[in-house]
């Protein structure tokens, strides 16, 4: 049986190491360790490394070494770690103006169709939902 590659959104990544909000945080453990035993399954784009260092710098209080830790983490469990292109950046132009979604979502989404993955796990759903041909699936719903 073949299974569909699907793309782990910042935002779960950032849940990982982040405990403010002790539920998402279990969430997001619990699908990194699925996708450490399927890492074939499962991808992260280059970008959403990006973000979540973003994000992980302004915590001041983060400890340099568990940050460094983290991006292991992540960088061991992923099969596979996809990367945008010059051709991605004129597709998301594209994509973000005749959606009305973010010039940033819209890169992620013209990346993950270059490389045949049509299905997302974000907690951003609004967004990407705009996106034709993804698929948008919220872990932490419910």
Sequence with gaps: MISERALI???VLVYIIDSSEERKTRTALKLLDTVAQKPSEYVVAEQNLREFS???SR????PEEKFYESLNAFLSAFGEIIRDEIHDWLEAFTISRSHATSY???L?????????????ITENVKDFRKVPGLTVENPFKG
């Design 9 to 11: 959104d910042s935002n």
């Design 54 to 56: 973003a994000v992980i």
């Design 59 to 62: 915590n001041k209080q983060f």
């Design 104 to 106: 940033w979502d819209a």
């Design 108 to 120: 992620l989404a013209a990346t993950m169709k270059r490389h045949g993955i049509t299905k997302i």
